[in-house]
């Protein structure tokens, strides 16, 4: 039982460059999350997916897209990279019924040079 | 707009010794708060939830004290262990579909 797999673990891009990050589950879980995250800036939401089919933006969208492309797979792309863009990106998914708690995955790390 | 924030961006304590982190949240809607924990190189860890009809929830050797009437929560660390060291990330609910607004950190160091 893997939870949450994020793939790559590292890249490396140039300005410009495009690429999807991966994550994929296996729990099950309706909701999926695409956060960021910088020094000192704790965790922000750059997209989110409530369910199959559907995604919204969330705190910092600009320069991202995503695919819900079924209930397991939840991808974000980046079209043209930019140094801004380097940070460490974590995938998660929610639980259902009480528990609202978040399952992470192990982060990609991506820098932009 | 909405925050959740720490008061102490490091704490170091000693071994064996209890860890106290503190966390204020602004948003008084919030009725769900969750605390993680993210050891170098990995993704946050649940660690321990509290729903806001409690004020106190207890785990093992962890403690989460939530009061509302301050929007205040606190994790603490019973008898700390160098392997809790970490960044630890509160974390609560907004109105409507419930995503989580995190925290900045602390990190707390443990001294043998």
């Known amino acids: 039982n893997a939870g949450v797999t994020q793939t790559p673990k590292f890249q490396v891009l140039k300005t410009g460059q495009s690429m999807t990050l991966q994550c994929a589950q296996d729990?099950?879980?309706?909701?999926m999350y695409w956060y960021r995250q910088d020094p000192g800036m704790g965790l922000r939401l750059i997209y989110y997916?409530?369910?199959?089919?559907?995604?919204d933006k969330g705190e910092v969208p600009n320069g991202y897209n995503v695919s819900r492309l079924n209930k397991r797979e939840f991808s974000l792309r980046l079209e043209s990279a930019a140094p801004s863009q380097t940070s460490v990106y974590f995938c998660?998914?929610?639980?259902?019924?009480?528990?609202?708690?978040?399952?992470f995955g192990s982060g990609t790390r991506l820098t932009v040079v | 707009g909405e925050s959740v924030g720490l008061h102490l961006p490091t704490l170091s304590v000693q071994e064996g010794d209890n860890s106290i982190i503190n966390c204020a949240y602004s948003?008084?809607?919030?009725?769900?708060f969750i605390w993680y924990k993210q050891e170098s190189g990995k993704g946050p860890q649940f660690i321990i939830d509290?729903?806001?009809?409690?004020d106190k929830r207890q785990g093992q050797r962890v403690t989460v004290l939530l009061n509302k009437t301050v929007k205040h929560l606190s994790l603490q660390i019973a008898a700390t262990q160098p392997g809790d060291s970490a960044v630890y990330f509160c974390?609560?609910?907004?109105?409507?579909?419930?995503?989580?607004?995190f925290g900045a950190g602390t990190r707390l160091a443990v001294h043998p």
């Open positions: 998660a998914t929610q639980g259902q019924g009480s528990s609202y708690g978040y399952t």
């Open positions: 948003n008084s809607a919030s009725d769900y």
């Open positions: 997916s409530a369910s199959e089919g559907t995604t």
């Open positions: 729990m099950n879980h309706n909701s």
């Open positions: 509290i729903r806001s009809n409690m």
């Open positions: 974390a609560s609910n907004t109105g409507g579909y419930n995503k989580l607004i």
